[in-house]
């Protein structure tokens, strides 16, 4: 059973897509996160620093030959973090009752 | 918990949440030339088999295992170029799902080879394994939206 805690730091609109983009990963490519979330280079790294500072994602450098290559993971404190939070959305929800539902 | 949160915001943010979710899964997708390529070098590599020449079988079988590697890898490896789905989202349904398919293709092409080569029919390892291949090309779409249904059954909020 996940205890439901809201987490204002996920809970922002841009990061909300990232860490939700992430928690269905075990990592993802820089590229791939900022073409799926719609930012720029520089507002995505600003984003993951923030994740990164909060202790919720690893970020990876690494070459594929001679192209650098960045890569973001979710990790265990954020994966935590996250479903805890998905949880206290559902329980705000859920106290509406069936008048709000997401689609 | 915020008190200033309303529901149908909270429920927006689910919305949100399952649907970037989503976009990763759809992700996972196994094209469809792919089934066809697998069950084209079957079908090659059992015809190798029936000629019964040490040559055309040699050359048959270098052709199915570089190809089946080849396209493999081309999935894999081109998927997983942008990311990787999370271990756990197929669990031990969609494990058994491809078992299942695989042993389901399987029991149709051996007994089929096998019956057809009993009846004195030219050519039974191919035209059973092309069965096989036919249940492959027909059912392989099916297996990757049931491997996508699970996964998306998985991903989290989704259980309520």
């Given at each position: 059973m996940i205890e439901p805690r809201f987490d204002e730091l996920i809970h922002a609109p841009t990061r909300l897509s990232i860490v939700s983009l992430l928690a269905a990963t075990e990592w993802a490519d820089f590229k791939f996160i900022r073409d799926s979330v719609g930012l720029s280079d520089s507002a995505l790294s600003k984003q993951l620093t923030t994740l990164e500072d909060a202790g919720y994602v690893e970020i990876r450098k690494s070459f594929i030959g001679k192209r650098p290559r960045t890569s973001a993971r979710l990790n265990s404190v954020g994966r935590v973090a996250f479903e805890r939070h998905v949880a206290a959305l559902q329980e705000i929800v859920a106290r509406a009752g069936a008048s709000v539902r997401p689609q | 918990m915020p008190e200033d949160l309303r529901p149908d915001e909270a429920a927006r943010a689910l919305t949100e949440i399952r649907q970037r979710q989503e976009q990763v899964i759809k992700l996972a997708n196994i094209p469809a030339w792919y089934w066809w390529a697998i069950a084209g070098l079957m079908v090659g590599f059992s015809a190798a088999i029936d000629s019964h020449r040490p040559l055309a079988i040699a050359i048959g079988t270098s052709l199915f295992v570089i190809g089946v590697l080849t396209a493999t890898a081309r999935v894999v490896i081109g998927g997983m170029r942008r990311t990787q789905l999370r271990n756990?989202?197929?669990?031990p349904i969609g494990v058994l799902a491809i078992l299942g398919f695989v042993a389901t293709v399987l029991a149709v092409s051996l007994p089929t080879a096998f019956a057809l080569q009993a009846a004195g029919v030219r050519y039974p390892a191919t035209l059973g394994v092309l069965v096989g291949a036919i249940l492959m090309v027909l059912s392989g779409p099916w297996l990757t939206r049931f491997l996508q249904r699970i996964m998306l059954a998985k991903r989290a909020g989704s259980q309520r």
């Amino acid at each position: 059973m996940i205890e439901p805690r809201f987490d204002e730091l996920i809970h922002a609109p841009t990061r909300l897509s990232i860490v939700s983009l992430l928690a269905a990963t075990e990592w993802a490519d820089f590229k791939f996160i900022r073409d799926s979330v719609g930012l720029s280079d520089s507002a995505l790294s600003k984003q993951l620093t923030t994740l990164e500072d909060a202790g919720y994602v690893e970020i990876r450098k690494s070459f594929i030959g001679k192209r650098p290559r960045t890569s973001a993971r979710l990790n265990s404190v954020g994966r935590v973090a996250f479903e805890r939070h998905v949880a206290a959305l559902q329980e705000i929800v859920a106290r509406a009752g069936a008048s709000v539902r997401p689609q | 918990m915020p008190e200033d949160l309303r529901p149908d915001e909270a429920a927006r943010a689910l919305t949100e949440i399952r649907q970037r979710q989503e976009q990763v899964i759809k992700l996972a997708n196994i094209p469809a030339w792919y089934w066809w390529a697998i069950a084209g070098l079957m079908v090659g590599f059992s015809a190798a088999i029936d000629s019964h020449r040490p040559l055309a079988i040699a050359i048959g079988t270098s052709l199915f295992v570089i190809g089946v590697l080849t396209a493999t890898a081309r999935v894999v490896i081109g998927g997983m170029r942008r990311t990787q789905l999370r271990n756990d989202l197929l669990g031990p349904i969609g494990v058994l799902a491809i078992l299942g398919f695989v042993a389901t293709v399987l029991a149709v092409s051996l007994p089929t080879a096998f019956a057809l080569q009993a009846a004195g029919v030219r050519y039974p390892a191919t035209l059973g394994v092309l069965v096989g291949a036919i249940l492959m090309v027909l059912s392989g779409p099916w297996l990757t939206r049931f491997l996508q249904r699970i996964m998306l059954a998985k991903r989290a909020g989704s259980q309520r």
